[in-house]
Structure formats: C-alpha cells, structure tokens
C-alpha cells in the first residue's frame, strides 16, 4: 500500500470554529467497516447516515444541507467523542483523491487547499506521517476486506 500525495504538510492545526469547518462536507467517504463502526456506536441504522450503493469499495455519508449530517450546530462532529470518525476524517488536512487498481491498492490522497489550518501550529514530525500511514493501511485493508467479501458472496 502506498499513499500517494503531491504536497507535504510542515504544520496543521484545526481551526474548525474560525474556518466555519469547511472540511465537513456531505458525501464524505467511508469503508463497510466504519459504517459498521458508526452504527453500533450511535445505535442509528446505516441507511440513516450512509448512502449504501458502493463506489468500487466505498460508501459516501449523507448530508444535511451541504454539510456532513454528523455536524451539530456548534460546528463539532457528533462521531468524534464516540471514537468513530470515519478514516477519511481522521486523515485530515489530506483528502481522498481516489484508488489506483493495480498490482497492489494504491491510496491517492491530496492535501486540502482550502484549509486555514495548514501552516499552523507546532511542527508535524514522524510521529505524524507514521499515524497517516497507518490510516491509510487501515483505509485500504478495509476496501480490500470489503472488496473480496463482495466476490465472494454467493448470488
């Protein structure tokens, strides 16, 4: 697995409350397994939050006036306390740019442009980048998981 990004990140800090959490938007996208993680964790059912036609491996969360239906009023996302945000989340400030179908799963992700929060705060070291690779292993090992369960099912 690789995670391919064009830019690199020397600094982050969210800014959520200044930025009007501009990264919570509708359609985010989710694996099998973090809709599972979801629906155990707010007892609600997946059609409730989850658009359920995959996208060659991915689900997208429904959203709520263009924004993310687990942003409350106070712009905060109602997943996080529960220890659920979606992977593609947790990777913030980079963003999913799509899978590459090759030989191995390769994961294309891009920094978000938009975002205040690039650029601040204290220095992003190793411990980062190892966090974001683990992300991004756990990202494509649950597509893979989903991917082979799907051919295999009987029809």
Do not use: W
Request: with cysteine; hydrophobic share 35%.
């Amino acid at each position: 697995m690789l995670i391919y990004s064009p830019s690199k990140v020397e600094r982050f800090t969210c800014v959520y409350r200044e930025c009007g959490a501009k990264c919570c938007t509708g359609g985010r996208v989710v694996t099998a397994k973090g809709i599972e993680r979801i629906a155990k964790a707010t007892g609600r059912k997946p059609e409730e939050f989850a658009v359920l036609k995959p996208e060659r491996g991915l689900f997208r969360l429904r959203e709520k006036n263009g924004r993310c239906i687990f942003l409350n009023s106070q712009l905060e996302c109602e997943l996080h306390s529960l220890g659920v945000k979606p992977i593609s989340c947790r990777m913030y400030p980079f963003l999913f740019d799509g899978l590459i179908y090759a030989d191995e799963l390769v994961l294309r992700m891009r920094c978000a442009e938009d975002c205040p929060g690039i650029g601040r705060g204290e220095p992003l070291g190793e411990e980062f980048e190892l966090r974001m690779e683990a992300l991004g292993s756990q990202f494509v090992r649950e597509i893979k998981e989903y991917l082979k369960e799907a051919r295999d099912e009987p029809e």
